[in-house]
């Protein structure tokens, strides 16, 4: 399975995103998916999660009542919803899979990764 994540690009502060994780040569079927994020220097943070059978979201603190996390079975793709960007926001973000029932917070928990999509915004 590989995961491909998409839909970053450039947008001003207060604007939207959506991102994307398509899993190509299986499904997301029956892991918990997670978004993180990585600005230059820093660590890999969680995002959000979802549970693909669940439907049980999770989020950082940081994020919740501005971004969106959801799944489409029918497609194969999670989805992120980005409301409400913030410039501490910009950084690359990645979809992994993760066996657990619940979204894990690191890095580690997860073993496949999408290539990361880079979302920027200006102030």
């Known amino acids: 399975v590989q995961l491909q994540a998409s839909g970053g690009g450039l947008v001003q502060a207060g604007g939207s995103l959506t991102l994307s994780c398509v899993a190509s040569?299986?499904?997301?079927?029956?892991?918990?998916v997670g978004w993180f994020s990585q600005a230059p220097g820093k660590e890999r943070e969680f995002i959000a999660g979802i549970g693909w059978n669940s439907g049980i979201r999770q989020y950082s603190e940081s994020v919740k009542g501005r971004f969106a996390i959801s799944r489409d079975k029918a497609e194969n793709t999670v989805y992120l919803q980005m409301d409400r960007l913030k410039t501490e926001d910009m950084a690359i973000y990645y979809c992994?899979?993760?066996?657990?029932?619940?979204?894990?917070?690191?890095?580690?928990?997860?073993?496949?990764w999408g290539q990361g999509t880079q979302v920027t915004v200006s102030s």
């Open positions: 992994g899979r993760t066996l657990n029932y619940w979204a894990q917070r690191f890095p580690r928990e997860y073993d496949i």
């Open positions: 040569g299986g499904t997301f079927n029956p892991y918990t």
